[in-house]
């Protein structure tokens, strides 16, 4: 969470419950500010690429233009879930504490320990992986066109100025007055979108991972509680319902967590197809290798942010279904009817899984994946067969 709020504090999202009001609203001041500055950019980028299809100029700049404008408005979706759910998310993070801190005071097995390391060590390996790959995309869109600027310069032997981004404004960005202005503008409307996608996502992956070790470690003691020698029926009926409570709390958080992340998700499933066609399209038909690079940086970025957003989508919903082959794997069938007929009800509802969806229109998880895939194939092959 630290890690998350250290990106989130330069777009005024930070995420704490202990905030006063008067943090609050300078955090919203931040917001409204950045929110502007990059929807200038938007709405530019827009005209610019409604301009190149009236005016039917090269079909490359199109294709260019459109995959920025769109990403970051799914950049807006994401940013302002933060805003608009922020009392759901800091109940996640009070939920998933106090399970935590239960946790920490039980007595430490090797069991418990694996489950815990396994499921900290690739979320930490995510995104340590996320933030250099999102580094890199800045990095070469600030750099690649400063770098073509000093190549044609020894080409031609004169200064043609270039920005990162096509965007239509009501001044010559061009003008070297107005341009290291506009460049600078522009490079903070990319690290606006990148944060906001990035730290949201991570977020996502947070909660994702600590509901599943969750989930694994209350398999752990469903498969062991008849193991644990209970003074009586009266002390095992407490333990019991303590399991029931701890698998409640789970299936409340995550479908707090499906309700936060719904409706943006099925936006980013609308769009990733449409940006992987369109990135992939840039990257095969640009004969300029710096051009080229940036958008195989893009499309690497846009691919893993999809891909992980399903993979760990799957994850909590396998780890929730594997609750049902825990309670049956345990041996309630040796402990008499009653006891029988309370894990039969537990097990009924485990196998409902706990999952997130795309606002109801699809599951989140790795075959939505492999059709996003397939649908941007579609439109790839379309789209190149019109470009010929």
């Not at 752990?220 to 698998?247: A, G, M, P, S, T």
């Not at 499906?258 to 940006?275: M, R």
Request: aromatic share 16%.
């Amino acid at each position: 969470m630290k890690k998350v709020n250290s990106g989130l504090v330069y777009l005024g999202l930070k995420i704490d419950s202990r905030h006063t009001r008067r943090e609050i609203l300078k955090s919203r001041i931040v917001y409204i500010i950045n929110f502007f500055w990059l929807n200038g950019d938007v709405l530019g980028a827009i005209i610019c690429f409604i301009n190149a299809v009236i005016n039917l100029k090269s079909f490359e700049k199109a294709t260019y233009i459109a995959p920025c404008f769109v990403f970051s408005t799914f950049a807006n979706s994401r940013a302002y879930t933060l805003v608009h759910y922020n009392t759901e998310i800091n109940s996640i993070i009070n939920t998933l504490l106090y399970l935590e801190d239960r946790e920490n005071k039980k007595p430490k097995s090797k069991e418990r320990k694996d489950i815990i390391h396994r499921g900290l060590c690739f979320l930490n390996i995510v995104i340590s992986g996320t933030k250099v790959l999102n580094i890199v995309l800045v990095m070469t869109f600030f750099v690649s066109p400063l770098v073509l600027v000093v190549v044609k310069y020894f080409k031609t032997n004169e200064w043609k100025l270039l920005l990162p981004f096509l965007i239509t404004y009501p001044f010559d960005p061009y003008d070297i007055r107005y341009w290291p202005f506009v460049y600078i503008h522009q490079i903070w409307s990319e690290i606006i979108v990148v944060l906001s996608t990035c730290c949201t996502d991570i977020l996502l992956y947070i909660f994702c991972t600590f509901i599943s070790i969750q989930f694994r470690l209350l398999q752990y003691e469903i498969r062991n509680i008849f193991k644990n020698q209970c003074r009586n029926r009266e002390e095992f009926h407490d333990v019991f319902i303590e399991l029931v409570k701890w698998h409640q709390k789970l299936i409340c958080v995550s479908k707090t967590l499906d309700i936060v992340y719904t409706k943006s998700t099925l936006l980013n499933f609308l769009v990733s197809s449409i940006i992987i066609c369109l990135t992939g399209f840039n990257f095969m038909v640009f004969e300029d290798k710096m051009l080229a690079c940036t958008f195989f940086v893009f499309l690497s970025s846009n691919l893993l942010q999809i891909f992980f957003l399903c993979y760990f989508g799957d994850m909590l919903m396998r780890s929730s279904e594997e609750v049902s082959s825990a309670i049956y794997n345990s041996e309630w069938y040796s402990k008499g009817r009653g006891i029988g007929k309370n894990f039969h009800i537990v097990h009924a509802r485990s196998q409902k899984p706990c999952k997130l969806t795309a606002f109801r229109y699809a599951d989140v998880n790795l075959r939505a994946f492999t059709s996003i895939l397939s649908t941007a194939w579609s439109y790839f092959a379309l789209l190149k067969t019109l470009y010929k």
